[in-house]
């Protein structure tokens, strides 16, 4: 099965946070076969690795994509990251700016680093796409979310193993609420029941505490963008029910 090039096959870059959620079930409702891979890179929270297979199995059953999710693939590169640095999401800190305008959680690369590793299961597993939850419309200002980085990291992957990846970014040029409306399109009410309930976006890993957006401390900057990026969208579409 996973030599067949007939086949459209795409591997998503799946977290299990609320971007690479509805990455997925873009995935799962494009192509015919679609496999995942997440990175466990000592993450100072593991609850979202944790959520990673529940969602899997969640979404494959409510899309009727059981015949088109593959297997998941886990990639341990913790001890690589620790020797690159300590940064706020794997050490002790906690999350602040910097000097640089960027949030201290920001571990340079990051992005190269997982497409890098990515195009190297896709290469063996005759995947032809290459998909992640990246965007620039209201990302941190992380320079290896750009358009233009995933455009450049796109053609290197392409000469440097000599495949025709194809590199695909939904939520580049839409916003958070935006990410809501699309998962309701792709998988209706349950999709975003599912979003709400299994992905956890705090920095904190806070699991306690329930919005109507899903869990989190609601202070950290991932649960305001998420929280507001909620509110905008049930601002905009009030006539949704
Ligand atoms: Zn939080």
């Known amino acids: 099965m996973s030599g067949d090039e007939s086949v459209e096959g795409a591997l998503v870059l799946f977290s299990g946070g609320q971007d690479s959620t509805t990455c997925l079930a873009w995935a799962l409702a494009r192509y015919e076969r679609v496999e995942t891979v997440g990175f466990d890179y000592g993450q100072r929270h593991r609850a979202e690795l944790d959520g990673r297979e529940a969602l899997r199995t969640g979404i494959a059953a409510l899309g009727g994509w059981r015949g088109t999710l593959g297997p998941d693939h886990l990639v341990n590169i913790e001890g690589g990251m620790t020797a690159i640095g300590e940064t706020a999401l794997t050490g002790a800190m906690e999350i602040a700016m910097t000097g640089t305008g960027l949030p201290n959680t920001f571990v340079p690369g990051r992005n190269l680093l997982f497409f890098t590793y990515a195009a190297a299961i896709a290469y063996r597993r005759n995947l032809k796409r290459l998909i992640g939850g990246m965007c620039e419309t209201d990302y941190s200002g992380y320079p290896d979310c750009r358009d233009d980085t995933l455009k450049a990291m796109q053609l290197a992957l392409n000469l440097g193993l000599e495949r025709r990846f194809v590199v695909e970014t939904p939520l580049m040029w839409i916003d958070k609420a935006?990410?809501?409306?699309?998962?309701?399109?792709?998988?209706?009410?349950?999709?975003?029941?599912?979003?709400?309930?299994?992905?956890?976006?705090?920095?904190?890993?806070?699991?306690?505490?329930?919005?109507?957006?899903?869990?989190?401390?609601?202070?950290?900057?991932?649960?305001?963008?998420?929280?507001?990026?909620?509110?905008?969208?049930?601002?905009?579409?009030?006539?949704?029910e």
């Open 178 to 240: 935006g990410t809501w409306r699309l998962a309701e399109a792709l998988g209706g009410e349950r999709l975003v029941s599912l979003i709400v309930e299994g992905t956890l976006s705090c920095y904190r890993g806070e699991r306690q505490l329930r919005h109507d957006w899903g869990y989190g401390c609601g202070t950290c900057p991932a649960c305001r963008l998420r929280e507001a990026g909620w509110r905008r969208w049930r601002e905009r579409f009030p006539d949704r």
